[in-house]
């Protein structure tokens, strides 16, 4: 098995805005990601899971130990991982064709031969009749949707995913889920998630990992050994409740 992502040891230290008392937010993480898997994060509220996967990003440090993607240490972003934020963050005076297209044309690799490309990635999030439309014209499914094309656009091997279904309502939640794990089998990317909703984390994923509470290392790691594809009946099977209890004891014993 080939992992594309490994951490080591990991800890990282937090400070926040103005300047306050450092927050030591991952102490001693280890974990592997293996190529072209869907892993999640899951753990206690405020435990560390976005910082640590914006250290996988790049764009936190860390203060100890190592993360490297293809046994090489991560010194900042890269083209390699492209990540998903909670907000979808669509540049307002821009269409949806123009948003997905925005990472492209800022690094000057924007081809028009790309445009095939760029309309089967808005065929895949099911935003065709809506290129030209704005992010104000767009329900918070959709705007996500085209989050989602835009961090595709770049082709990067790694897909990390910070909540990217928190804003949304229930009934689109578990839509998006559906067309998540459908996007991953189409285009094979690795992907690290980060969700509070186990079922969630659990219908997604091939494993999941549990955070302890601050300052996070890795409690437990829970293989998901369900069918694909998985379905909306796959979300609410017994099989699947049996591993949100099993995560849930991980997450509320002591640590």
Not at 8 to 20: Q, S
Not at 42 to 71: H, M, Q, R, W
Not at 118 to 128: A, C
Not at 189 to 215: C, G, N, Q, W, Y
Request: proline share 5%; net charge neutral; aromatic share 8%.
């Amino acid at each position: 098995m080939t992992h594309k992502i490994t951490a080591r040891d990991v800890a990282i230290v937090y400070r926040g805005k103005l300047d306050r008392e450092p927050v030591l937010a991952c102490h001693g993480v280890d974990l592997d990601v293996a190529e072209g898997s869907f892993v999640s994060i899951v753990g206690p509220s405020g435990c560390g899971k976005t910082t640590f996967l914006y250290a996988v990003d790049g764009l936190l440090p860390i203060n100890g130990g190592e993360i490297c993607v293809n046994g090489k240490p991560i010194t900042g972003p890269g083209t390699d991982r492209a990540l998903v934020f909670q907000s979808a963050s669509l540049l307002p005076w821009r269409t949806v064709w123009s948003n997905i297209t925005y990472g492209l044309k800022l690094k000057g690799n924007f081809r028009q031969a790309q445009s095939t490309r760029i309309d089967s990635l808005i065929d895949m999030v099911g935003l065709r009749g809506f290129e030209q439309r704005f992010p104000s014209e767009l329900s918070g499914g959709m705007q996500q949707r085209a989050n989602l094309a835009r961090a595709l656009a770049v082709d990067p091997d790694i897909l990390l995913l910070d909540e990217p279904f928190a804003s949304v309502d229930a009934q689109t939640r578990e839509k998006l889920q559906v067309d998540l794990t459908e996007i991953w089998a189409r285009t094979k990317k690795t992907m690290l998630f980060v969700t509070h909703d186990i079922a969630e984390a659990v219908f997604l994923s091939d494993r999941v990992i549990v955070f302890s509470a601050r300052p996070a290392r890795v409690s437990a790691i829970v293989d998901i050994e369900m069918a694909r594809p998985r379905s909306l009946e796959t979300k609410h099977s017994v099989r699947l409740q049996e591993y949100v209890k099993q995560i849930w004891h991980w997450i509320e014993s002591p640590t």
